[in-house]
């Protein structure tokens, strides 16, 4: 069983060596029939490449007419792409359009009663619970108790809440540690709020460097921790991302968290690369707070509605003497309020206790529904299976990729045509493989493997960045990825 061989070597932080035979098609099929998770599959719609030509809408849904029919397509249209991009947004469930539609009707049959009203056959819960309800549902995902974690928003907005009440900069403590490449919500969310307090971003704002080495992206701990003690004493905040977007670098978030704690720091962490694809133990690690979107590895679709944790510890509401709450600074609206007064309209605010007394607004029914049959999905599985099989993809594309290194293509310019920039420990990474290609060869290898059924993602100037998400992609979509890489390396 050399699935389960692998898992457990690459579980252990080793690479692991596949057989030469490895490169056949026959293999790919083999490991695809010892995945337990393969089914998981056939719970998402994977564009073919008939869909992805497109150029109107035409009332058909990849080969399926509006009843269902299937429609005369040329068979090579009807093939599945290789969708690789889960790492920018994920295919789309199919439970999606049911969720969509039995919260369409319940609109339709009780209007704003629907607030309190929950249907027996219907798959969402009331309105005014579908938030606490995805909360439930992301609990395991992000390892957090419900009441720690609370969905709204976007990830930007959420950033800015969680900094307004866990960035307290003073003159002494005033500095925002973050990364040198961070994507660049991130990086204008940060800088704004150290503008908003008055400070100077160009002081305030301490940036780690990848480690010295030419044309190097990696970020050792080390170098993390350092920088940490560098600024000790006068680092607010350390706020960094669970995964680094550009390299798919996996940091190693307990130890960064608890050493960076040790020394007085607020620690947050940007989930948007780490959420839905590696394990997370967000209260046990003792993070203050953390913050993510949906629409990539949790698969809720474009723009969804976001999430956020907040540390028990900081979301208690206590009393006074003369009873009024008590409870962490905030930007607080009315859909934080506690359910019991929330609809009393009164002025002094009392804030539900937990991650739920940072919410503002009313959510969105569209963007919950959305969210709770996507989350749905991964109350099939869980986490550590699904990281389980993404070990294993991402290092057969890795090892398929050195193939291609090794000579089966050059690129004909003698060196290196590519490099992949991402840690080649299995525990510093996700399920994503960032490639760095040598001057002019984006363009070109980017057209043969869209031109093959390859959908991915390219950071110009010179990255694509590839993901075979584990509830979706399958070895045999790997292997033709190497297949038709090899042969774009080898075109002119």
């Excluded at 995805?134 to 930007?156: D, F, H, Q, R």
């Excluded at 959305?370 to 991964?378: H, I, K, N, Q």
């Amino acid at each position: 069983m050399p699935f389960v061989s692998f898992v457990k070597a690459l579980r252990a932080g080793q690479s692991v060596q596949f057989p030469l035979e490895a490169k056949s098609l026959e293999y790919a099929r083999g490991l695809d029939a010892e995945d337990d998770l393969g089914h998981l599959r056939d719970q998402f719609l994977i564009p073919t490449r008939g869909s992805l030509k497109k150029k109107a809408l035409n009332g058909t849904l990849l080969g399926k007419g509006p009843n269902g029919a299937t429609t005369n397509q040329d068979q090579d249209d009807n093939t599945p792409s290789i969708y690789f991009v889960g790492n920018s947004l994920g295919a789309q469930p199919k439970a999606v359009r049911s969720y969509l539609e039995a919260h369409l009707e319940t609109w339709a049959s009780v209007g704003v009663n629907g607030h309190f009203t929950q249907y027996d056959n219907s798959p969402l819960v009331s309105w005014q619970d579908m938030a606490e309800d995805c909360a439930t549902k992301s609990a395991a995902i992000v390892g957090a108790s419900p009441g720690e974690i609370v969905i709204m928003n976007s990830l930007t907005a959420n950033l800015h809440l969680m900094m307004a009440s866990f960035y307290r900069p003073t003159e002494k403590r005033h500095k925002i540690i973050l990364e040198w490449k961070p994507f660049p919500s991130d990086w204008y969310a940060i800088q704004s709020q150290i503008t908003l307090h008055g400070f100077s971003p160009a002081t305030s704002m301490v940036e780690v460097q990848p480690d010295p080495s030419p044309n190097n992206f990696y970020i050792s701990t080390a170098t993390i921790l350092s920088t940490i003690d560098a600024h000790a004493d006068s680092a607010a905040l350390l706020l960094l991302p669970g995964i680094q977007y550009y390299t798919g670098q996996l940091f190693d978030m307990p130890l960064i968290t608890r050493y960076a704690q040790d020394r007085g720091i607020v620690v947050g962490w940007d989930l948007a690369h780490a959420a839905g694809n590696v394990e997370l133990a967000l209260h046990d690690w003792n993070v203050d707070f953390a913050v993510w979107c949906t629409y990539k590895y949790l698969n809720a679709g474009p723009g969804a509605i976001a999430g956020a944790f907040v540390h028990e510890r900081h979301g208690k509401v206590g009393r006074d003497g003369s009873g009024k709450a008590e409870f962490r600074p905030r930007l607080s609206g009315w859909y934080g309020a506690d359910k019991s007064v929330r609809f009393n309209m009164e002025k002094e605010f009392q804030p539900t206790a937990g991650a739920g007394g940072f919410q503002l607004s009313n959510p969105s029914a569209v963007d919950l529904a959305s969210l709770s049959a996507a989350l749905g999905v991964f109350g099939m599985t869980s986490m550590a299976r699904l990281r389980d099989k993404a070990l294993v993809l991402t290092a057969y594309a890795e090892w398929l990729l050195d193939g291609v290194l090794a000579g089966d293509g050059n690129g004909g310019d003698g060196g290196p045509p590519f490099r992949i920039i991402t840690p080649r420990s299995p525990l510093e990474r996700g399920t994503q493989l960032s490639i760095l290609f040598g001057e002019g060869l984006l363009e070109r290898v980017s057209k043969r493997l869209v031109e093959n059924g390859v959908v991915f993602d390219v950071r110009k100037p010179d990255v694509i960045r590839i993901a075979p998400v584990p509830m979706y992609c399958t070895f045999v979509d790997v292997w033709k990825f190497g297949d038709i890489f090899k042969e774009a390396m080898n075109s002119k």
